[in-house]
């Protein structure tokens, strides 16, 4: 398939003209005027016709517009071909590029009107003139695609792929439909080269690519192009394939290294994300216009990069720290600028829907690493909050792209079956040992009390947990991945719920280990307090605790799972769950051999304990969620135990701990008051 010309004869040429643009006006006003006629029949089958025949316009003016725009980028491609130092090098070229831009003047000016028509006529006057003028090929492309651009704006047509391209689908495609004409490299060197005429263009003529969208080989390889031996594949090749060879065509004048140093641009550099943010900016877009832009030092390589890579233009990839970089980039930016509220959205923005995704995958590689990217995230926007001055928050900004750095190192480790056993194994063991200890206590409780009737509710809750934790997992693997605002709030509320629930039974458990006061408890209040409704609450007591933990690890196995080694995952799976009910085994013999007034003694400190970690995570878990501010201390970060270097979690631990210390010093006073 020839996407544009070199050298032919005009004579060669002239016979394969497009149609007639005077013709193609007169087809385009018929089809209006029938409409406008059908437009006053009143019956059912006038109504279909009726919407046949506007369907027939929308169509017919789409395809108008889709030839103007590849007249258009043909002229701005190939009129360097031209004309060169104000003077023609090419006659037949130079008469080409007169009639392609007559022509598209012509049908400019036979468009339905609208706001923008005038403007894009006298524009296409002005570059009908250019050429005439003998301009410079630079300025000349400039003006063709300058009008281009304001054609699809006043005219939309669809003009980006549903999805990213598949580059292996499309050198298949080339090597069976290209090859022949445009060699196996896309050289123009093919088989059938020398019997065309003209001859078949070389993709790797690097100064008619950088002139070339993607969008105009899609639009050739899909209409063919008159006037060569191009034709159209619309009929023989889905979208999706057309698609995916003209994107295969646009690599071929990038070289592997220019596209890994394209690579590192786009993940170091917010401005080129900026500019290229979805594939519909990509396919449009021309590597002079965008050196003009950004430079050419960066325009070919990250096009050579993205051409090749178009998946990378996908926000919602797993390359969550290209996400984080640019939200934290706009941050600043937006900070910089006066916009402190904005400036914190995009901030929290860059850790949920940037790193939160891949914070359980570094979590298993270094735990160390995601514990200072966390403070790091934390303590920018504290200084967003306390309003610092821009250079104190880009300085933070350099920090976390560092970090940020060292997590793509980390990540991109080889993930051996030992790392990641060991990973999946200590996931489940640090995990499951709270919820554990919550629901140890509970059945050891009515296991103390002889109310093993009750038993079947607590029973009921964790393992309706577990169950839910593996629709959570269904949904996590089908989503690819859970809303990091949505993760936070779990933990957050469930949390908090947890311990507010903790520290009342850590006060009772301790006012029932004091002298006496159990067994009067027992004889006089157990059988009217253990009621239907508290059997209820036992229920959803052992279910929060037991499903927050299920979360947390399920997203983590999620994210596990898609590096591989589904063997050593399971593995992994399989020796935690094995340790936990050892664990599980341990505790409840332990517990049953305590007297009663010691059990309840040993409860009460550990549910407090319990409630104070849980009150610290919870804080910590709406602060990464927005809903709370995050104002940084010098503290260390002990996450096993709630702790971390916050004000607000450690002044939540602080009361929570205070209430408990209150309640127990009460039940210590109140001892030589006798029980009612």
């Given at each position: 398939?020839?996407?544009?010309?070199?050298?032919?004869?005009?004579?060669?040429?002239?016979?394969?003209?497009?149609?007639?643009?005077?013709?193609?006006?007169?087809?385009?006003?018929?089809?209006?005027?029938?409409?406008?006629?059908?437009?006053?029949?009143?019956?059912?089958?006038?109504?279909?016709?009726?919407?046949?025949?506007?369907?027939?316009?929308?169509?017919?003016?789409?395809a108008?517009v889709?030839?103007?725009?590849?007249?258009?980028?043909?002229?701005?491609?190939?009129?360097?071909?031209?004309?060169?130092?104000?003077?023609?090098?090419?006659?037949?070229?130079?008469?080409?590029?007169?009639?392609?831009?007559?022509?598209?003047?012509?049908?400019?000016?036979?468009?339905?009107?609208?706001?923008?028509?005038?403007?894009?006529?006298?524009?296409?006057t002005?570059?009908?003139?250019?050429?005439?003028?003998?301009?410079?090929?630079?300025?000349?492309?400039?003006?063709?695609?300058?009008?281009?651009?304001?054609?699809?704006?006043?005219?939309?047509?669809?003009?980006?792929?549903?999805?990213?391209?598949?580059?292996?689908?499309?050198?298949?495609?080339?090597?069976?439909?290209?090859?022949?004409?445009?060699?196996?490299?896309?050289?123009?060197?093919?088989?059938?080269?020398?019997?065309?005429?003209?001859?078949?263009?070389?993709?790797?003529?690097?100064?008619?690519?950088?002139?070339?969208?993607?969008?105009?080989?899609?639009?050739?390889?899909?209409?063919?192009?008159?006037?060569?031996?191009?034709?159209?594949?619309?009929?023989?090749?889905?979208?999706?394939d057309?698609?995916?060879?003209?994107?295969?065509?646009?690599?071929?004048?990038?070289?592997p290294?220019?596209?890994r140093?394209?690579?590192?641009?786009?993940?170091?550099?917010?401005?080129?994300?900026?500019?290229l943010?979805?594939?519909?900016?990509?396919?449009?877009?021309?590597?002079?216009?965008?050196?003009?832009?950004?430079?050419?030092?960066?325009?070919?390589?990250?096009?050579?990069?993205?051409?090749?890579?178009?998946?990378?233009?996908?926000?919602?990839?797993?390359?969550?720290?290209?996400?984080?970089?640019?939200?934290?980039?706009?941050?600043?930016?937006?900070?910089?600028?006066?916009?402190?509220?904005?400036?914190?959205?995009?901030?929290?923005?860059?850790?949920?829907?940037?790193?939160?995704?891949?914070?359980?995958?570094?979590?298993?590689?270094?735990?160390?690493?995601?514990?200072?990217?966390?403070?790091?995230?934390?303590?920018?926007?504290?200084?967003?909050?306390?309003?610092?001055?821009?250079a104190?928050?880009?300085?933070?900004?350099?920090?976390?792209?560092?970090?940020?750095?060292?997590?793509?190192?980390?990540?991109?480790?080889?993930?051996?079956?030992?790392?990641?056993?060991?990973?999946?194994?200590?996931?489940?063991?640090?995990?499951?040992?709270?919820?554990?200890?919550?629901?140890?206590?509970?059945?050891?409780?009515?296991?103390?009390?002889?109310r093993?009737?009750?038993?079947p509710?607590?029973?009921?809750?964790?393992?309706?947990?577990?169950?839910?934790?593996?629709?959570?997992?269904?949904?996590?693997?089908?989503?690819?991945?859970?809303?990091?605002a949505?993760?936070?709030?779990?933990?957050?509320?469930?949390?908090?719920?947890?311990?507010?629930?903790?520290?009342?039974?850590?006060?009772?458990?301790?006012?029932k280990?004091?002298?006496?006061?159990?067994?009067?408890?027992?004889?006089?209040?157990?059988?009217a307090?253990?009621?239907?409704?508290?059997?209820?609450?036992?229920?959803?007591?052992?279910?929060?605790?037991?499903?927050?933990?299920?979360?947390?690890?399920?997203?983590?196995?999620?994210?596990?799972?898609?590096?591989?080694?589904?063997?050593?995952?399971?593995?992994?799976?399989?020796?935690?769950?094995?340790?936990?009910?050892?664990?599980?085994?341990?505790?409840?013999?332990?517990?049953?051999?305590?007297?009663?007034?010691?059990?309840?003694?040993?409860?009460?400190?550990?549910?407090?304990?319990?409630?104070?970690?849980?009150?610290?995570?919870?804080?910590?878990?709406?602060?990464?969620?927005?809903?709370?501010?995050?104002?940084?201390?010098?503290?260390?970060?002990?996450?096993?135990?709630?702790?971390?270097?916050s004000?607000?979690?450690?002044?939540?631990?602080?009361?929570?701990?205070?209430?408990?210390?209150?309640?127990?010093?009460?039940?210590?006073?109140?001892?030589?008051?006798?029980?009612?």
């Amino acid at each position: 398939m020839a996407a544009d010309s070199d050298q032919s004869s005009a004579g060669a040429r002239q016979r394969r003209r497009l149609m007639s643009p005077v013709l193609r006006s007169m087809a385009l006003a018929l089809m209006v005027g029938g409409a406008a006629m059908l437009d006053h029949r009143s019956t059912a089958a006038g109504a279909v016709v009726d919407t046949r025949a506007s369907a027939a316009i929308d169509a017919a003016i789409d395809a108008e517009v889709r030839q103007i725009w590849k007249l258009l980028d043909y002229v701005a491609v190939d009129y360097i071909g031209a004309v060169a130092g104000g003077a023609v090098i090419s006659e037949a070229e130079y008469a080409e590029m007169t009639e392609f831009a007559a022509t598209a003047l012509a049908r400019l000016t036979a468009l339905p009107p609208g706001a923008s028509q005038p403007a894009l006529v006298a524009e296409a006057t002005q570059l009908q003139a250019a050429i005439a003028a003998f301009t410079e090929p630079r300025e000349v492309a400039r003006l063709a695609h300058a009008l281009a651009d304001g054609l699809l704006a006043a005219y939309p047509v669809p003009m980006a792929p549903a999805a990213a391209p598949n580059l292996a689908r499309g050198g298949a495609v080339f090597a069976e439909k290209c090859a022949s004409c445009h060699g196996i490299d896309g050289r123009g060197d093919g088989v059938l080269e020398a019997k065309l005429d003209p001859p078949p263009i070389a993709f790797t003529d690097h100064n008619r690519a950088r002139e070339r969208s993607l969008f105009s080989l899609y639009e050739v390889v899909s209409q063919g192009l008159n006037g060569t031996s191009m034709r159209s594949f619309q009929a023989e090749l889905s979208e999706a394939d057309r698609w995916a060879v003209a994107f295969y065509a646009g690599t071929l004048s990038a070289t592997p290294e220019l596209r890994r140093a394209g690579e590192d641009l786009w993940k170091d550099d917010a401005t080129l994300r900026a500019r290229l943010p979805n594939l519909e900016t990509l396919v449009r877009t021309i590597e002079s216009a965008l050196a003009a832009d950004v430079g050419g030092d960066k325009a070919r390589p990250v096009l050579a990069y993205l051409r090749s890579q178009p998946a990378s233009m996908n926000q919602n990839s797993s390359d969550g720290l290209l996400l984080a970089r640019s939200h934290l980039a706009e941050s600043l930016k937006a900070y910089q600028a006066g916009d402190a509220r904005r400036a914190g959205t995009l901030a929290l923005a860059a850790y949920l829907d940037g790193f939160e995704p891949v914070e359980a995958m570094l979590r298993s590689r270094d735990a160390d690493l995601l514990a200072r990217v966390e403070a790091a995230m934390i303590e920018y926007r504290s200084r967003l909050n306390a309003g610092a001055s821009a250079a104190e928050a880009a300085a933070q900004v350099e920090v976390l792209n560092g970090l940020f750095k060292a997590t793509e190192i980390a990540l991109a480790a080889d993930q051996d079956a030992m790392a990641t056993f060991l990973g999946a194994f200590t996931i489940l063991l640090r995990e499951g040992v709270e919820a554990l200890l919550v629901v140890v206590a509970m059945i050891s409780f009515l296991g103390k009390v002889d109310r093993r009737d009750v038993l079947p509710y607590v029973h009921a809750g964790w393992i309706g947990a577990l169950a839910a934790g593996v629709v959570t997992w269904g949904i996590a693997a089908s989503l690819v991945d859970i809303s990091g605002a949505n993760r936070e709030l779990t933990e957050g509320i469930s949390s908090l719920f947890a311990a507010v629930v903790l520290l009342g039974v850590g006060i009772w458990m301790h006012q029932k280990s004091l002298a006496g006061r159990w067994q009067v408890y027992l004889k006089e209040k157990l059988s009217a307090a253990l009621t239907r409704k508290s059997a209820f609450f036992l229920f959803a007591l052992a279910f929060v605790a037991v499903y927050r933990e299920v979360f947390e690890t399920i997203l983590f196995y999620v994210a596990l799972w898609t590096r591989g080694n589904g063997g050593s995952i399971l593995a992994g799976l399989a020796a935690g769950a094995v340790s936990l009910a050892a664990l599980a085994a341990v505790f409840l013999r332990t517990s049953r051999r305590l007297p009663i007034t010691q059990f309840f003694s040993a409860s009460s400190l550990l549910i407090a304990i319990l409630a104070v970690v849980l009150a610290g995570k919870g804080i910590a878990a709406l602060q990464e969620a927005g809903l709370l501010p995050a104002i940084v201390v010098n503290s260390p970060r002990v996450e096993a135990l709630g702790i971390y270097p916050s004000a607000l979690p450690l002044i939540a631990q602080a009361v929570v701990l205070v209430i408990a210390v209150a309640g127990y010093l009460w039940n210590t006073r109140s001892i030589a008051t006798p029980p009612a």
